[in-house]
Every structure is written in structure tokens, then in C-alpha cells.
């Protein structure tokens, strides 16, 4: 499989090879928490994809997965049926790639709606004095 990721990295140098990495955990990390087996949809990974790296990444998850390359839910989507036409994953028919397009703003999700602690933990924890 390292070399098939290594031909497709040469092929499109968009994306790096930790990018391809990342959204095959993604994939893994997804099925083991839905207990599925097989086939699950862009939206269920997509929402795997988005909690995975906010977990491994934190506040930095949008600026390391640029680095790699992924900027949008598209990206993810691109490297997906890369990873299918080079036989590392299988789609079905009615696979399409305008399934990962516009699903959730990077920016929204991984920067705006980052928090570390709660508000309300924040304001019990301030001294008033």
C-alpha cells in the first residue's frame, strides 16, 4: 500500500503523503466507531475525518492539514478516489465526488468553533475581586 500512495503522490504532488495517511485513519477511525464493516458514506466519514482531527490536532488541525494540502471537504473527497483508482479503496457505483463538496468550512469548524474549555468553565474559574 506505502508504494501505491507513493505513485499517486508523484502523479498529483497536491496532496502529501501524510494527507493520505490521514484520511485512510480517518476512514479506520470512523468504521471502529459506527462498528461498520464495509461501505460508509461521505458524510459519515467526513464527520470522522472532522473529529479525528480536531482530537489529534486540536486548535492546529486546520493549519496541519493545509500543510498537507487539505483545505476543504472537496480535498478529502479528491484524495478519496485517488485512493480508489489506485485500488486502495473501493467505491460503488453511486459514489460521486460532489458528495464531499462544501459539507463543513474548515475555517468554521476548526478555528470559530474551537474551544478549549467552555465559557462557563472560563467565567467560574475568574477571579471577580
Not at 479503496?89 to 459539507?103: S, V, Y
Amino acid at each position: 500500500m506505502n508504494d501505491k500512495i507513493d505513485e499517486i503522490v508523484k502523479r498529483n504532488f497536491k496532496y502529501k503523503r501524510e494527507a493520505y495517511i490521514f484520511v485512510l485513519d480517518a476512514l479506520e477511525y470512523t468504521k471502529r466507531k459506527l462498528k461498520k464493516a464495509d461501505h460508509i458514506s461521505a458524510k459519515e466519514l467526513l464527520l470522522g475525518f472532522k473529529e479525528l482531527a480536531q482530537k489529534e490536532f486540536g486548535i492546529l488541525a486546520k493549519i496541519v492539514l493545509e500543510q498537507w494540502g487539505i483545505k476543504s471537504t472537496e480535498d478529502v473527497g479528491e484524495i478519496v478516489f485517488n485512493l480508489c483508482e489506485a485500488k486502495i479503496l473501493t467505491k460503488r457505483e453511486d459514489d460521486k465526488k460532489e458528495e464531499f463538496a462544501h459539507f463543513f468550512d474548515f475555517e468554521e469548524e476548526f478555528i470559530k468553533k474551537y474551544q478549549l474549555f467552555p465559557k462557563e468553565e472560563i467565567k467560574k474559574n475568574i477571579r471577580t475581586e
